[in-house]
């Protein structure tokens, strides 16, 4: 008889009756440290895809094969621009059956997506694309809303719609994960905090640890760093890499928060199957190129583009300026926390490998008895 | 128009309250000012081009008067920027407590005059409305028009052309990026619209000259 596994659940909202059920197989498993730790970096869930596997959850390598790391291409030679671009065509040939609404902050990540799009689609292929947006995205930028936005594309306002009710009729497509192919906000807090990124973060241990607890108590930050240490002294290529602290903060985001992130928007939704979703809903930056360009160069961001405020993601800003020459975004647009577009989070759920999800109000027996299976007992 | 005619030192015969709206990309001060009244409205519209966070001066260790204002406000910095919270949600309602004003590299390749003339522009036009709203006539009618507003049945009056020049200043101030075209747009938007308003405005131009 086949039997179903769980493959993903939120992490950071683990029902209290969950936690003492992990904590019967994990005994040392401190739910509050973890959710403390990784809460500087992570917002839903946490994956290991390469290296030692130090978490708690197991990370579903055949289920979950589509997110796992490419092999590293020492040859790999294509820019963001090019990546972008190739993107766009890739995915309007593959995703062409139903029309589209891409959700769209006003942040970076989601105005390269716009961009590409008015650069790479004809007037026709556009008018079947709609921006989902609110007044927070246009005071993002507002200038790309009166200029490109409004002149191109048909909105509606995010505040009211809700995605489950639009899977059946549109693609949506998000920004994400674009953050997890730099540092991130962990990295941009790191390097303001006066950290060296440049240097080895083998070498760095009192330094990083110290600035981890500005976030967290110190148990907490040493907890992150040994674990992040055991992950690394693995053999696996991708680990080897890491070498500097810019690296390392990256590293965090790229291996670590790479599923949560992609399925961020899994999250918000009440599901019962989730097959519709995983049929419709296109994380614009999870592909390999992406990865590849991240490993070569998207993790070196905060150390060569700069070191000033605006220097954030210039690749992404670069690619935005190149087609609106909006010199203010380029120079002074900075991270800012982008209004989610989702809708807040009904209940915790966790998603079996059949596509269904379980609920603790209707499947509490279930999720208990298929629970240690999912999770890393040493 | 001379763009002198918008300057103001940041001083003030009131108070000697100073806050600056510092620039975290140019690592500076781009505006002084001594009435936060307008800073809400002034971050927002020059959110446009970058956020700007408020910082009390008065709180610097090594503050005194006359050490800063508009006319080299860009050659200083704080010494305490990582307890601003860049990249928040713009949170305009607290100031950072400056612990120590400290010079700012020299090192930005950006016209700085050119932002904080700019800015200037902003804080008078945005003065302006802020004026003509709040003068006591207008609030007198707006209060009365809220109780009687099926009997005192107003078409298109003076106070709709208040709203129209507010919306018309908020978006050249917002959207436009050169500083002659926004003053030209806006003056004779007022002049065509409305004369009482008109008449508001050279009074305000008048009283700013003789300070």
Redesign the interface.
């Given at each position: 008889m086949f039997r179903k596994k769980i493959v993903y659940m939120k992490h950071l909202s683990l029902p209290e009756v969950i936690v003492n059920h992990i904590n019967r197989y994990i005994p040392d498993y401190d739910h509050a440290s973890m959710c403390k730790s990784l809460n500087l970096v992570v917002h839903q869930s946490f994956y290991n895809r390469a290296g030692l596997d130090v978490l708690p959850f197991r990370f579903e390598t055949e289920f979950l094969k589509k997110f796992s790391m490419p092999q590293i291409d020492q040859k790999f030679s294509k820019t963001f621009t090019e990546i972008t671009d190739q993107r766009c065509y890739e995915l309007i040939s593959q995703y062409s059956q139903k029309p589209w609404i891409i959700q769209w902050s006003g942040g970076i990540d989601s105005t390269v997506i716009l961009v590409s799009l008015l650069k790479n689609l004809s007037k026709e292929q556009l008018s079947n694309i709609t921006v989902s947006c609110n007044a927070?995205s246009v005071?993002e930028n507002?200038?790309f809303f009166?200029n490109h936005v409004l002149k191109n594309f048909k909105t509606t306002n995010s505040t009211d719609l809700h995605i489950e009710e639009q899977l059946d009729d549109y693609y949506i497509v998000d920004g994400n994960p674009a953050d997890l192919l730099f540092s991130g906000?962990l990295g941009?807090n790191a390097k303001?905090?006066g950290l060296d990124l440049s240097k080895s973060w083998r070498n760095s241990a009192d330094e990083l640890i110290n600035f981890l607890t500005y976030y967290a108590d110190s148990n907490v930050a040493k907890w992150l760093y040994t674990h992040m240490e055991a992950n690394l002294a693995s053999d696996d290529e991708h680990c080897q890499v890491v070498e500097t602290l810019a690296d390392w903060c990256w590293w965090i985001n790229f291996n670590w928060k790479w599923v949560g992130d992609c399925w961020h928007g899994l999250d918000a939704q009440r599901l019962k199957n989730t097959q519709l979703y995983h049929n419709s809903y296109i994380n614009w930056f999870d592909n390999t190129d992406y990865q590849q360009w991240s490993i070569k160069c998207g993790r070196y961001s905060l150390i060569e583009d700069g070191f000033?405020?605006?220097d954030y993601k210039k690749s992404s800003k670069q690619y935005i300026h190149d087609f609106d020459h909006n010199d203010?975004y380029l120079?002074?647009k900075?991270?800012?926390?982008s209004?989610a577009q989702m809708k807040q989070p009904q209940s915790w759920i966790c998603m079996l490998d059949d596509l269904s999800t379980l609920t603790v109000e209707d499947d509490l027996d279930l999720i208990l008895e298929l629970l240690p299976a999912h999770l890393n007992i040493k | 128009m001379s763009f002198n005619k918008f300057f103001q030192w940041g001083y003030s015969d009131l108070t000697d309250n100073q806050f600056g709206l510092w620039e975290p990309t140019l690592d500076r001060f781009l505006l002084i000012l001594n009435d936060v009244s307008l800073v809400d409205c002034l971050t927002m519209v020059s959110s446009s081009r970058y956020n700007l966070y408020l910082c009390n001066l008065n709180s610097a260790q090594n503050y005194a008067t006359n050490l800063i204002d508009n006319s080299c406000c860009e050659n200083w910095t704080l010494s305490n920027k990582n307890q601003i919270k860049i990249g928040k949600f713009n949170q305009y309602n607290t100031a950072t407590n400056v612990e120590f004003l400290v010079p700012s590299s020299d090192s930005s390749k950006w016209d700085i005059k050119q932002e904080k003339a700019w800015l200037q522009i902003c804080r008078f036009w945005l003065y302006f409305i802020h004026k003509i709203k709040n003068h006591q006539w207008h609030q007198k009618i707006q209060f009365i028009k809220k109780i009687y507003s099926s009997e005192l049945n107003y078409s298109h009056d003076y106070f709709d052309n208040i709203d129209l020049v507010e919306t018309y200043i908020l978006k050249n101030l917002y959207f436009e990026r050169d500083i002659e075209i926004i003053n030209q747009n806006i003056s004779s938007f007022i002049l065509n619209t409305d004369s009482v308003i008109a008449s508001h405005l050279n009074e305000y131009k008048l009283c700013l000259e003789k300070k």
């Open positions: 927070i005071f507002p200038l009166h906000g941009l303001n905090s000033g405020m605006g203010y120079n002074f900075t991270k800012g926390h209004t | -």
